[in-house]
């Protein structure tokens, strides 16, 4: 007979099952396999050896300084209080999309189990961006997770698409993004991403075919980079140095300032883009007009 409680009083499905004896097989304890109160999913309230407890390969990279503001919170209360989420993509290994900063501290504190909701349908490994609120992300963390999801999607997936894992992505331009910021981590994501939000769309066909078209349109915004990079530059040389310079630019050179119902296609966006940068008179730039700019926009990106 099972050890664990199980709530409501009948049978559990056969994946709810399987993963709670394998929690026992692992080291682990399955405590109680229940029904959660929404969509009457079967899950597991387990505890895990700390040592079988990863992020998954998509994750943003932890952050420092959360880990030491949550650790300090963890050791004032002297208790654990938030159990994270797991799947199991093999016996032994097990993923949390949602807690890795919470899987950090316990480490840290020396803990040899972790108090988790074990999800039997791995598939939630690719929800992080929906199930981390743990601490909020900025565009270059969701980028970054999103193209790993993404090339773990290529080996795992290669069958399916874009347009299938649209609610996990959360929008398209996070992939173009994350390709740059693979490349360069202080890429100026947060300059472009007006512009490749309103023209970036999911691409249709399977992931293999549409990751080169994914790096073709990243290579575009990477040439039209390289440009403002070489305008900013000029700016800077007559000794105007300001931190809202590239967005500044970047909103007098768009091609999509006047467009409204209909919009130009990425592939036009970008080599306009590039040319209007390439013709941008740094002459005539004041650094009272890229203030007053930063001052009206502040509430906007807020």
């Known amino acids: 007979m099972p050890n664990w409680t199980v709530f409501p009083d009948e049978t559990p499905s ?41 992020p998954t390969p998509y994750q943003r990279d932890l952050s420092p300084t959360h880990v030491k503001r949550l650790l300090a919170v963890v050791k004032k209360i002297d208790r654990f209080v938030d159990p994270i989420v797991v799947t199991s993509p093999r016996a032994g290994v097990y993923w949390t999309p949602n807690g890795n900063h919470r899987r950090s501290v316990l480490d840290k504190l020396k803990a040899g189990s972790v108090p988790a909701i074990a999800i039997p349908e791995h598939e939630v490994a690719f929800q992080i961006l929906a199930l981390n609120t743990e601490k909020a992300h900025n565009v270059k963390e969701k980028s970054l997770e999103v193209i790993r999801m993404y090339r773990g999607l290529v080996a795992e997936e290669p069958s399916r698409g874009e347009e299938e894992y649209a609610f996990q992505f959360e929008a398209p331009h996070f992939i173009t993004l994350g390709l740059l910021y693979e490349t360069n981590k202080r890429f100026a994501g947060g300059a472009f991403a007006p512009i490749l939000r309103r023209v970036d769309r999911f691409l249709g066909g399977t992931f293999p075919k549409t990751l080169r078209e994914r790096e073709e349109r990243a290579g575009m915004v990477r040439a039209a980079d390289e440009v403002l990079n070489e305008v900013v530059a000029r700016i800077k040389k007559r000794g105007i140095s300001h931190p809202y310079v590239k967005t500044f630019v970047l909103s007098r050179t768009t091609p999509l300032t006047r467009q409204r119902k209909t919009l130009p296609s990425f592939d036009q966006t970008f080599k306009k883009l590039k040319a209007n940068l390439e013709e941008f008179d740094v002459a005539k730039v004041r650094y009272e007009d890229i203030q007053r700019s930063a001052i009206v926009a502040a509430p906007a990106a807020q």
Not at 38 to 47: A, S, T, Y
């Open 14 to 54: 056969k994946p709810a099952v399987a993963l709670a004896e394998q929690i026992e097989r692992d080291g682990g304890h399955a405590l109680a396999v229940y029904r959660e109160p929404v969509g009457d999913h079967w899950q597991i309230f387990c505890l895990l050896p700390m040592a079988k407890v990863e």
